[in-house]
C-alpha cells in the first residue's frame, strides 16, 4: 500500500519569507497527488492536484504554487509567504489502476506564519 | 455547486451510546462515498467507502453508514461507541468517474467520555 512521507512536520516562518513543502509517495506509481489545507471546522480544501509529472491544476487563487518535478514526489511552495497562508498542510495520493480510488493521506506539516 | 454538508461540528457522548453522525452532499450525478477518519496525532485515514451495491457499508471498528440516494445523504453510525473512538470524522464525495477529486465536509469532532 502506499506510504506518504511528508516534510517538515511543523515549520515557522516570518511573512514575506519562501515557503517549499515536500510530499513523496512510496508504493506506488504514477499516482494522482493532492494538495490540501485543513483548517479548523472548515474541513480540507483542495489547493491543487496532479495527474503526472509537470501537470498541475489549480483549484483556488491564491499565494501559492505547486511541483511534480518527479513521478513521486510533489512540493508546495510560495514565493512570500503572508499571514493567512499560516495552516496544517496535507499531502495525498491515489493509485490509477485498479478501482476503487480512495484517497492515501500523510502526515501534514503545520505552517504558522508570524 | 458540489459540496458536503456534515450537521454536528462537536458531538460529546459517554461511553456505550449510540452514535450517528449526519453527511449530506450536492453533486450532479453517481458519486462514490467516503468517510474518513483522524485521531488525536494520527493521519487522516479511510473509514469506509460506497462505491456501489448494498447501500449499508461497514468499515472498520465497528462503524457502518448508509447511502441513501433519493436524500443524498451518508450517514455514519456505531452502536455503541468507545473513548478511542475520539477523533474528528470526514466526510467525503468523488465523483464516480473514478479519478475525480474528492470533496470534503467541515468535519465533525467526536468527544467520547469514559
Known amino acids: 500500500s502506499q506510504t506518504i512521507h511528508q516534510w517538515p512536520a511543523t515549520l515557522v516562518q516570518p511573512v514575506g519569507s519562501p515557503l517549499s513543502l515536500e510530499c513523496t509517495v512510496e508504493?506506488?506509481?504514477?499516482?494522482?497527488l493532492y494538495w490540501y489545507r485543513q483548517a479548523a471546522g472548515r474541513g480540507l480544501q483542495l489547493l491543487f492536484y496532479s495527474v503526472g509529472i509537470g501537470q498541475i491544476s489549480s483549484e483556488v487563487p491564491q499565494n501559492l504554487s505547486a511541483s511534480r518535478p518527479q513521478d513521486r514526489q510533489f512540493i508546495l511552495s510560495s514565493k512570500k509567504l503572508l499571514l493567512s497562508d499560516s495552516g496544517f498542510y496535507l499531502c495525498a495520493c491515489h493509485r490509477t489502476s485498479g478501482y476503487p480510488y480512495e484517497q492515501y493521506f500523510g502526515p501534514g506539516t503545520r505552517l504558522t506564519v508570524t | 455547486a458540489q459540496s458536503v454538508s456534515q450537521h454536528n461540528h462537536h458531538v460529546i457522548l459517554s461511553e456505550a451510546a449510540s452514535l450517528e453522525l449526519g453527511c449530506n452532499y450536492s453533486y450532479g450525478g453517481t458519486v462514490n462515498l467516503f468517510w474518513y477518519v483522524q485521531y488525536p496525532g494520527q493521519h487522516l485515514q479511510l473509514l469506509l467507502k460506497?462505491?456501489?451495491?448494498?447501500?449499508l457499508v461497514k468499515g472498520i471498528k465497528g462503524f457502518e453508514a448508509e447511502f441513501i440516494k433519493s436524500k443524498f445523504s451518508f450517514n455514519l453510525r456505531k452502536p455503541s461507541v468507545q473513548w478511542s473512538d475520539t477523533a474528528e470524522y470526514f466526510c467525503?464525495?468523488?465523483?464516480?468517474?473514478?479519478?475525480?477529486?474528492?470533496?470534503f465536509g467541515a468535519g465533525t469532532r467526536l468527544a467520547v467520555h469514559p
Open positions: 508504493g506506488t506509481s504514477n499516482p494522482n
Open positions: 460506497y462505491f456501489s451495491g448494498d447501500p
Open positions: 467525503a464525495v468523488q465523483g464516480s468517474g473514478g479519478y475525480n477529486k474528492l470533496i
